[in-house]
T-cell receptor
């Protein structure tokens, strides 16, 4: 069975602070994908990143970076120099590597960035 | 940039009524999905659809639910007899054909908020 745990329910930071959102997953599959999605107050789900289970290389995209560690089954997301526009709910998700698979979402972390 | 669209953005219905939620997936995508999110909760998988067949469905997707690809562009979710607990945001998603650059990435529409009274 697959499970995604986002232990942080809510995080509040002041603008320009760095913040890390934690994601821990469980799966028996050897091949899988991990994702992060952003849900701003407007409600849509915005794709941020996909990581294959075979690729443990960390990734940086602007102020966003992701740390994937298979040894600890974690896929953490760091926002550097946070901005008010980063305020959203962030979901970590896990899926099989076959097309048409179900995504299993965590409960999400609500991030509030205040000026 | 191609995107998934959904209509209506908000649907209000009476308990027991049938509703149809509509989605237009990204044009070259071949896998389609429905998810729901009850207010304040996590996103839950309902069903995936490929080649005019259901690929996978969750326990939530019972006989009250059905999906259809009525033409080359639309993908619909029908709830036959709505219940109060069906009130949620329903998201449609699509992903690329096998071998495509985004085969394993699901792109979501903006959602339809369903309110059952």
């Amino acid at each position: 069975a697959q499970k995604v745990t986002q232990a942080q329910t809510e995080i509040s930071v002041v603008e320009k602070e760095d913040v890390t959102l934690d994601c821990v997953y469980e799966t028996r599959d050897t091949t899988y994908y991990l994702f992060w999605y952003k849900q701003p107050p407007s409600g849509e789900l915005v794709f941020l990143i996909r990581r294959n289970s075979f690729d443990e290389q960390n990734e940086i995209s602007g102020r966003y970076s992701w740390n994937f560690q298979k040894s600890t089954s974690s896929f953490n997301f760091t926002i550097t120099a946070s901005q008010v526009v980063d305020s959203a709910v962030y979901f970590c998700a896990l899926g099989y590597s076959n097309s048409g698979y179900a995504l299993n979402f965590g409960k999400g972390t609500s991030l509030l960035v205040t000026p | 940039e191609p995107e998934v669209t959904q209509t209506p953005s908000h649907q209000v219905t009476q308990m027991g009524q049938e509703v149809i939620l509509r989605c237009v997936p990204i044009s070259n995508h071949l896998y389609f999905y429905w998810y729901r999110q009850i207010l304040g909760q996590k996103v839950e998988f309902l069903v995936s659809f490929y080649n005019n067949e259901i690929s996978e469905k969750s326990e939530i997707f019972d006989d009250q639910f059905s999906v259809e690809r009525p033409d080359g562009s639309n993908f619909t979710l029908k709830i036959r007899s709505t219940k109060l607990e069906d009130s949620a945001m329903y998201f449609c998603a699509s992903s690329d054909a096998p071998g495509g650059p985004d085969t394993d990435t699901q792109y979501f529409g903006p959602g339809t908020r369903l309110t059952v009274l």
